[in-house]
Each structure stands twice: as structure tokens, then as C-alpha cells.
């Protein structure tokens, strides 16, 4: 079956600096990408999305960034704060109803 | 609003004991999901259903059954508990998901199970 997987299971960073989370995905047909965060004993929470017809969005301090030729996708969260350290879920949906999430990131702000 | 609400938040099982895991949301969401996640991976989906009246299956939906009678409620079933079944479950709703819009999906706090 197709698989969402993450390149590096936990990534720590020092306050203030950008953050890079990456993931990559095997479903060439999936057409729609979600990072999610998730804090310590409580569930997933929506940061962002991007539909496979685009390249790059951005929000409120991150951006996602989608590569289809090399299947690849990025979360980038600039000047991380503590609030930001998390989990951090990518998931794909090929159209359908269901998501399938990745493993997940920690990531870990060091003040 | 309260929006996803799970029930219990921990319980210990003895093998072969049965029990429901409670989901309710009061956004008035269609769709309902059940996953499960063992420690350090990612969620995976048990069940889900669409509307009032329909589930299907997800990835892992062995161990498991559900029902949708209404549109906020989403119970869970274990009837034969399995050390295997031991996870942190999560409801999750939305409104919509894929193609017909956004992958919010809005999750309860979770359900710590242990089976022993």
C-alpha cells in the first residue's frame, strides 16, 4: 500500500532560528497534502494545507513547500518559539474520504 | 462549543474484557474517524463514516466495530481485548476532507487503552 514517511524522526533548533520539517510520500496521485501538530497528551491540530496544483503556500509563520517531481514536502516554521515544540504529522488523501498521516517529527526548541 | 469529546481518557483492560470507547461533536460534522496511535508512530485509521447510518473500514479495523446512529456519536467497540490493542485512541470530525475541501480534521484529547 502507499506509505507517507518522514526523513528524520526528531529535529532540534534553537530559539528564534527557522525550523525545516520534511516529508516525502510514495502516492504520486495523492493531490492533497496536511501538516498537523501535536502537543505533549493532546490530539493533532490542522497548521496547514496545500493542494498538489500548487507549489508553495503560506500562513502565519510557516509555509509548506510541495515538490512533486521528487514527491517530497516541507513544513518551515520561522523563528521558532517554545509554543512550537511538537510532533509534527504530514498526511496526504488521494481523493477519497481518509487521510494517512506519517510517522511524525519531534521537533525541540532549545531556549 | 465543546467539539470532540472522547470518554474515558484512561482505561485498563484485562484480556478478553470488552468495552466502548465514547465519541461525540457538536459541530455538526458528517464525517467521524476513529485512529489509533502506538507509541512514537503515526495515527492510524480504524474506522470512519461519512454520514449518519455509514462507516466503512480503515487501515486497521480488525479487534474493532462502530456504529453511527446519529450524526454525534461515533462509539468505538472492543469485544475481545487484546494486549495488541493497547494504543492512545482519537475521534476526530470534520466537515469536509479531499477534494471537496479542507483536511481539518478536529480531534478529541484521546483515549489511553492498556490491556493487560
Given at each position: 500500500g502507499e506509505s507517507v514517511g518522514l526523513h528524520l524522526p526528531t529535529l532540534s533548533v534553537q530559539e528564534g532560528d527557522n525550523s525545516i520539517i520534511n516529508c516525502a510520500y510514495s502516492n504520486s496521485a495523492s493531490d492533497y497534502?496536511?501538516?498537523?501538530?501535536?502537543?505533549?497528551?493532546?490530539?493533532?491540530?490542522?497548521?496547514?494545507?496545500?493542494?498538489?496544483?500548487?507549489?508553495?503556500?503560506?500562513?502565519?509563520?510557516?509555509?509548506?513547500?510541495?515538490?512533486?517531481?521528487?514527491?517530497?514536502?516541507?513544513?518551515?516554521?520561522?523563528?521558532?518559539?517554545?509554543?512550537?515544540s511538537a510532533v509534527y504529522f504530514c498526511a496526504e488523501t488521494f481523493g477519497n474520504e481518509k487521510l494517512t498521516f506519517g510517522t511524525g517529527t519531534r521537533l525541540t526548541i532549545i531556549p | 462549543n465543546a467539539g470532540v469529546t472522547q470518554?474515558?481518557?484512561?482505561?485498563?483492560?484485562?484480556?478478553?474484557?470488552?468495552?466502548?470507547?465514547?465519541?461525540?461533536?457538536?459541530?455538526?460534522?458528517?464525517?467521524?474517524?476513529?485512529?489509533?496511535?502506538?507509541?512514537?508512530?503515526?495515527?492510524?485509521?480504524?474506522?470512519?463514516?461519512?454520514?449518519?447510518?455509514?462507516?466503512?473500514?480503515?487501515?486497521?479495523?480488525?479487534?474493532?466495530?462502530?456504529?453511527?446512529?446519529?450524526?454525534?456519536?461515533?462509539p468505538l467497540r472492543l469485544e475481545l481485548a487484546a494486549p495488541s490493542q493497547t494504543s492512545v485512541y482519537f475521534c476526530a470530525s470534520s466537515s469536509l476532507t479531499g477534494r471537496r475541501g479542507t483536511g481539518e480534521l478536529f480531534f478529541g484529547e484521546g483515549s489511553r487503552l492498556t490491556v493487560l
Open positions: 497534502f496536511i501538516w498537523y501538530k501535536q502537543e505533549s497528551g493532546k490530539g493533532p491540530q490542522f497548521i496547514i494545507d496545500i493542494r498538489s496544483n500548487m507549489d508553495k503556500r503560506q500562513g502565519q509563520r510557516v509555509t509548506v513547500l510541495l515538490n512533486k517531481t521528487v514527491k517530497h514536502l516541507s513544513l518551515q516554521i520561522a523563528a521558532t518559539q517554545p509554543g512550537d | 470518554t474515558p481518557k484512561f482505561r485498563i483492560l484485562k484480556i478478553g474484557q470488552s468495552m466502548t470507547l465514547q465519541c461525540t461533536q457538536d459541530m455538526n460534522h458528517n464525517y467521524m474517524y476513529w485512529y489509533r496511535q502506538d507509541p512514537g508512530m503515526g495515527l492510524k485509521l480504524i474506522y470512519y463514516s461519512v454520514g449518519a447510518g455509514i462507516t466503512d473500514k480503515g487501515e486497521v479495523p480488525n479487534g474493532y466495530n462502530v456504529s453511527r446512529s446519529t450524526t454525534e456519536d461515533f
